[in-house]
């Protein structure tokens, strides 16, 4: 099934479930996870962040190598699902509700449309 999974945190509560998700996911299939923690200007605290993703993981009983890319948060994604060979990206559906997903697109549209591999949206709301 999959391989190499790939999840995004930005510290938020919706990101912890899709953090979850993934790693129940990759505790089932036996796939690895690599948690991306995309930064583009200042502000959080990425590295605690990552820790509580990573210790998220650890409950599903996976091993999670995490990483914070510079870069908006779908670049983030995608370049880490080409950097790893992901064969899964999965993500959180946090921003794709109302009227402004059309106008404004969002996170999870943007990788859906650009992943190099395919995407899974958890309902994370």
């Known amino acids: 099934m999959f391989q190499t999974i790939v999840v995004g945190t930005d510290g938020s509560e919706t990101a912890q479930k899709a953090v979850e998700e993934a790693s129940e996911l990759a505790a089932a299939t036996g796939a690895s996870v690599h948690i991306v923690r995309a930064v583009a200007g200042p502000g959080g605290d990425p590295e605690a962040e990552l820790e509580r993703a990573a210790e998220a993981a650890k409950k599903a009983g996976i091993e999670a190598e995490t990483q914070i890319v510079r870069d908006d948060a779908s670049e983030a994604l995608i ?37 190099p591999c395919s995407v899974l949206i958890a309902r994370t709301n």
Not at 81 to 105: P, Q, S, V, W, Y
């Open 79 to 115: 370049a880490a699902a080409e950097e790893h060979g992901a064969d899964l990206i999965l993500i959180g559906n946090k921003g794709m509700t109302g009227a402004r997903r059309f106008l404004l697109g969002s996170v999870p549209n943007d990788v859906a449309h650009h992943a």
